[in-house]
């Protein structure tokens, strides 16, 4: 804090700044105290040892009221320290200043207060500390300034404080007039170097990490800066420089003893100690290089990057050689258990930074290999106790006891004679890993300042891993649900092929609603479909993951399209007003070679011609998005040829900040339209064609269908009367045709299972024929159908019942069965693996 003369150190000047605050104001020393929630002393500082004569061990854990001034008041012109107005200053003038202390102690205000009180010492001379501004003086004119604090910690309350007769210059014939020395506020952004007053501010608060830091700085900052007021318009910023406040001290030490020799007096008995330069310097120097540090790590939430900025921050300023170790949870990106770790933890080595010749350390502790730590070693103390383990020199007997971890290598060469430290990297009281420093045997050993350093650092980057780590497993568990909700879909269906491609967004939003899926649909159809829920988030993936499973249901009911996106628009609306979704239902019928479409607001698909290459894009009714509600859906048909391609995808992968949509259809239907080897190949060519930086913020979804079709000789179909005797009849078509397929083997099952269908038909149906169809795809897939709309129900029959032992015949031979309504009625349907051939 600022005080001396003009000659010494100038203070800050703000606007309006006279000469009474430049004669009258410098760097003196600054108490800083600091109050928890039950009003008692969390912090004291040596400057508030000075100032009231309380030693740190006596005030800690002591109501702050019984040490403070708490009670404002003014000196009495007889007690002022030069006699009365025209000496020091003009207290007659001096007009209150707030509330008191007590009023910031008590908790009661939510703003900052500053005042002036006259403080009454108690006894020093047992405690052996120095009165303070000089011998003999039993009271003290203290300035304070008080900042109530809010947040997750114990710390309610900072109190800075100043001895105001610190103020006054030294030759009483230099003394000016003072029309009046106050505490108040300002904004620190109206004085010179504003930036350079919020940067240092930082140093006058107590040892505590740097998020703690960062928040009662920024609260100081908000609530007003600390500054003098010699007069309305003369105010001057406190600056929290107590590194220059004790060299100007030592400085005046010398000038008094200079003073002395020259005088020929005897020297006075506070000559400064030359180790305390040292001591500055050195303390100095490890602020910087903290601050150094701090700056050139966490510059990415990249944990392999992170790792790097870490090791190579410290070498070889710091440390020579520098080795990081972290849990095999942090490196896996996952979430350990509580507690201590123990020998059978494994640390992977992750990072080896040194000044030694290139190659020397990676043949014996090459980066990636993981290993546990005896109980008996430094490395195991560190990590247990979460404190910095300082080994001054390797002895030759702890050398042979490290490298005894490592088999068939001898790494005693390399750490011998030299000077150990080794830090805990930790955040939120746990060790992720820990930082083994070393340095060469002609380099000055660690001491205690720089385990005192290490640990600071070690707090620093372990936040910094931390962030990293949280960060690489919450994109973890996001890439898990995403994976969880997308289908895994098979490359061959009922007369197509299928291939899907999904890309997350940016790292922003790697969690999005985008979607693709198909479903397995009676009569060799496909159904396709691929949606897009709006917004990014969990909570858009679990509206996603509501929607496929809608649409996984309906399809199963054989809805028709526009039917199937109507009943998803109800349901969308019941489950809340929040979502929008965007859908392209599509149902391919590869015998009749038809694609049957409806669209909710969706961009449309590219159809792909077989027989010219040509591609376009399919003029469907838009249709709106998904939750608007109370609007009709249609759908369309569309012929299709084998070979023909469908390809479906969301918008993510067309726009582009700054370009018209169009220019993305143009690009898609381009693309698609390129000759491949594969259908995994076409997808690579649509995704580099849109895709060329991979910077597109928002997730895409690709799906493409090669619409192979089902030759009509693969077909057959037949209808019989509602005649018990047409049983044999189809039995025997049935036969007939599986032999002619080539597939005699499946003639006893299938023979078997049509008995059963076609009886249960016959007996069921009301006026209209039985039809039957076989089609001949990857399955043998057989198909009844009557004008019965009830459908059958497996049943558990016992040794007498007569019915329901179909059904359970059909469930045991068939790869599949299932039945359906229909327009007319309703289908039941069984599937036989064909025979490899």
């Known amino acids: 804090m600022d005080r001396g003369t003009e000659r010494d150190a100038p203070p800050s000047r703000g606007a309006g700044s006279g000469a009474a605050a430049e004669s009258a104001a410098g760097r003196i020393p600054l108490a800083v105290v600091v109050v928890d929630r039950e009003g008692l002393v969390s912090h004291w500082s040596s400057g508030a040892r000075r100032l009231f004569g309380v030693v740190k061990e006596e005030a800690i854990g002591q109501p702050a009221i019984d040490l403070l001034p708490v009670a404002g008041a003014l000196p009495e012109p007889d007690d002022l320290p030069y006699g009365g107005p025209g000496g020091y200053g003009e207290y007659a003038a001096y007009d209150g200043l707030g509330p008191g202390l007590e009023s910031s102690l008590d908790q009661r205000l939510g703003y900052p207060a500053a005042g002036r009180a006259r403080l009454t010492l108690p006894e020093r001379s047992e405690r052996?500390?120095?009165?303070?501004?000089?011998?003999?003086?039993?009271?003290?004119?203290?300035?304070?300034?008080?900042?109530?604090?809010?947040?997750?910690?114990?710390?309610?309350?900072?109190?800075?404080?100043?001895?105001?007769?610190?103020?006054?210059?030294?030759?009483?014939q230099d003394r000016p007039a003072v029309e009046r020395i106050a505490p108040g506020f300002a904004l620190y952004t109206d004085f010179p170097g504003a930036e350079e007053l919020a940067r240092r501010l930082p140093e006058i608060l107590p040892s505590m990490s740097v998020g703690e830091s960062a928040r009662i700085v920024a609260q100081i900052l908000e609530l007003g800066y600390p500054v003098l007021e010699f007069s309305q318009s003369d105010?001057?910023?406190?600056?929290?420089?107590?590194?220059?406040?004790?060299?100007?001290e030592r400085r005046a030490r010398r000038e008094r003893a200079a003073r002395a020799v020259a005088e020929g007096l005897p020297l006075p008995d506070d000559l400064p100690d030359e180790g305390e330069d040292l001591e500055y310097t050195a303390v100095r120097e490890r602020l910087e290089f903290l601050n150094e540090v701090s700056g050139r790590i966490g510059t990415s939430l990249d944990l392999s990057r992170t790792i790097l900025e870490v090791s190579r921050a410290v070498v070889p300023r710091f440390t020579d050689v520098a080795g990081t170790y972290l849990r095999e949870q942090v490196v896996g990106g996952e979430g350990f258990p509580d507690g201590v770790p123990d020998t059978t933890t494994m640390w992977h080595r992750v990072a080896i930074e040194h000044t030694d010749e290139p190659g020397r350390w990676d043949d014996v502790v090459p980066v990636g290999e993981a290993m546990p730590f005896p109980a008996h070693t430094p490395f195991f103390q560190c990590m247990t106790t979460g404190e910095p383990v300082l080994v001054p020199r390797i002895s030759e007997q702890m050398g042979h006891m490290i490298a005894s971890q490592f088999e068939k290598r001898d790494i005693r060469p390399l750490?011998?004679?030299?000077?150990?430290?080794?830090?805990?990297?930790?955040?939120?009281?746990?060790?992720?890993?820990?930082?083994?420093?070393?340095r060469h045997p002609e380099r000055v050993e660690f001491n205690d300042m720089d385990r005192v350093t290490g640990a600071e650092l070690a707090a620093r980057a372990g936040l910094v891993l931390d962030n990293a780590r949280m960060y690489t497993y919450q994109e973890s568990v996001a890439e898990t649900l995403q994976d969880s909700m997308l289908p895994h879909i098979p490359p061959r269906m009922a007369g197509c092929d299928i291939a899907t491609r999904y890309l997350p967004g940016t790292l922003l939003?790697?969690?999005?609603?985008?979607?693709?899926?198909?479903?397995?649909?009676?009569?060799?159809?496909?159904?396709?479909?691929?949606g897009d829920v709006m917004g990014h988030g969990l909570n858009s993936a679990a509206m996603m993951?509501?929607?496929?499973?809608?649409v996984q249901t309906m399809a199963a009911l054989d809805l028709p399209p526009a039917q199937l996106l109507r009943n998803l628009d109800d349901l969308a609306q019941r489950l809340g007003d929040t979502y929008l979704?965007?859908?392209?239902?599509?149902?391919?019928?590869?015998?009749?070679?038809?694609?049957?479409?409806?669209?909710?607001?969706?961009?449309?698909?590219?159809?792909?011609?077989?027989?010219?290459?040509?591609?376009?894009?399919?003029?469907?009714?838009?249709?709106?998005?998904?939750g608007v509600g109370g609007v009709p859906f249609e759908a369309v048909r569309v012929r299709v040829q084998p070979g023909d391609r469908l390809v479906m995808c969301t918008d993510g992968l067309v726009e582009m900040r700054g370009e018209d949509i169009g220019v993305g259809l143009a690009t898609l239907c381009e693309s698609a339209a390129h000759p491949a080897a594969s259908m995994d190949d076409a997808c690579d060519t649509i995704i580099r064609a849109l895709n060329p930086r991979g910077g597109r913020k928002d997730d895409v979804a690709l799906l493409m269908a090669r619409l192979n079709g089902i030759e009509p000789d693969d077909v057959a179909e037949w209808r019989f009367a509602l005649d018990p005797a047409e049983v044999g009849r189809a039995r025997a078509?049935?036969?007939?045709?599986?032999?002619?397929?080539?597939?005699?083997?499946?003639?006893?099952h299938a023979e078997l299972m049509v008995s059963e269908l076609v009886t249960n038909a016959v007996r069921h149906s009301r006026r209209r024929p039985v039809a039957m169809r076989l089609v001949r795809g990857d399955t043998l897939l057989c198909e009844v159908d009557d004008d019965d709309h009830e459908l059958p129900t497996l049943l558990s029959a016992g040794p007498g019942d007569e019915a329901g032992r179909g059904l359970r015949v059909v469930s045991t031979l068939a790869r599949e069965w299932g039945a359906n309504r229909t327009g007319a009625g309703k289908s039941v349907w069984f599937e036989l693996t064909l025979p490899r051939r």
């Open 581 to 626: 979704a965007t859908c392209l239902y599509a149902v391919y019928d590869p015998i009749a070679g038809e694609l049957h479409l409806a669209n909710a607001g969706h961009i449309p698909p590219v159809v792909v011609r077989a027989e010219d290459a040509r591609s376009e894009l399919l003029d469907l009714p838009t249709g709106a998005p998904i």
């Open 128 to 172: 052996g500390v120095p009165p303070p501004g000089g011998r003999g003086r039993d009271r003290v004119d203290v300035l304070w300034w008080a900042y109530p604090l809010v947040g997750p910690g114990s710390e309610r309350l900072l109190v800075l404080a100043a001895d105001a007769d610190g103020l006054r210059p030294e030759d009483p």
């Open 415 to 438: 750490i011998t004679g030299r000077s150990m430290l080794v830090v805990p990297l930790k955040a939120r009281n746990v060790v992720l890993g820990f930082m083994i420093l070393l």
């Open 509 to 530: 939003g790697r969690v999005g609603g985008d979607w693709f899926d198909s479903v397995k649909l009676p009569g060799a159809r496909t159904a396709l479909v691929v």
């Open 545 to 550: 993951g509501q929607l496929r499973t809608a």
């Open 733 to 748: 078509a049935v036969r007939e045709q599986l032999h002619d397929w080539g597939l005699a083997k499946l003639v006893p």
């Open 235 to 248: 105010r001057v910023p406190v600056t929290p420089d107590w590194g220059v406040a004790r060299r100007v």
